[in-house]
Structures are given as structure tokens and as C-alpha cells.
């Protein structure tokens, strides 16, 4: 049975950090890119970074670019996000997910159709 478990959430004021960590279970985690996407309320979902299977080659939104790190660990199955520099803007709830390299760049079209884990809220206010 797959399981992402998000975590890492929370509170935090502008300019503030965060690490958001997606813990993986129930199929081979190497095999599979993954994705950390986010909804803020009344958005539409937003794939925020996404990084290849081995981990060599990573992908971020505009408008997290150079605040936002992807990384992942394969041997504890776990994807994390660090997050820097903090914006309101970046208040949602942040979910992770695996698939293709191509196809993570089009999971939020299917969105309600799709397994997600409970996601993490993130909220950035002074």
C-alpha cells in the first residue's frame, strides 16, 4: 500500500525557514521521481519543485527559484524541501508525490483523481 507521509510544517514569519520532509512507503522510492506541490485556498495546484529518481537533476518554479531545495535521501525513502526566505505567498498546504520525471509535471491537471497524503500547512505571517 503506497503512504507519503508530509511533515515539517508550520508557523512561520516572513524571511523565516522551513524543511518539509515526505516520508515514502509501499513501492521502490529509487525507482521514481518526485514532486512537491502546493493549494493555497482558492489556487489551483502548483508542482513547486520536482527532482529525478538518482537525484541528479532538480526543477523549480519560477517563483520559488533560488529559495526552494529539493533533495532526497534513498536510503531512508524520504524526500525533503528546504525552504528559505519565506514569503505570505508561500502559505498553502504542501504535498509530495512520485511518478515519471514527465509525468510529475502533470499530476496537479488530475489532481482530485490522484492519491495524495495529507499534506503539511505551511503558513508565513508576521
Known amino acids: 500500500q503506497v503512504q507519503l507521509v508530509e511533515s515539517g510544517g508550520g508557523l512561520v514569519q516572513p524571511g523565516g525557514s522551513l524543511r518539509l520532509s515526505c516520508a515514502v512507503s509501499?513501492?521502490?522510492?529509487?525507482?521514481?521521481?518526485m514532486g512537491w506541490y502546493r493549494q493555497a485556498p482558492g489556487k489551483e495546484c502548483e508542482l513547486v519543485a520536482a527532482?529525478?529518481?538518482?537525484?541528479?537533476?532538480?526543477n523549480y518554479a519560477h517563483s520559488v527559484k533560488g529559495r526552494f531545495t529539493i533533495f532526497r535521501d534513498n536510503a531512508k525513502n524520504t524526500v525533503y524541501l528546504q525552504m528559505n526566505s519565506l514569503k505570505p505567498e508561500d502559505t498553502a498546504v504542501y504535498y509530495c508525490?512520485?511518478?515519471?520525471?514527465?509525468?510529475?509535471?502533470?499530476?496537479?491537471?488530475?489532481?482530485?483523481?490522484?492519491?495524495w497524503g495529507q499534506g503539511t500547512q505551511v503558513t508565513v505571517s508576521s
Open positions: 509501499g513501492f521502490t522510492f529509487s525507482n521514481y521521481a
Open positions: 527532482i529525478t529518481s538518482a537525484g541528479d537533476t532538480t
Open positions: 508525490n512520485a511518478d515519471s520525471w514527465l509525468l510529475l509535471f502533470r499530476l496537479c491537471d488530475e489532481f482530485s483523481k490522484l492519491y
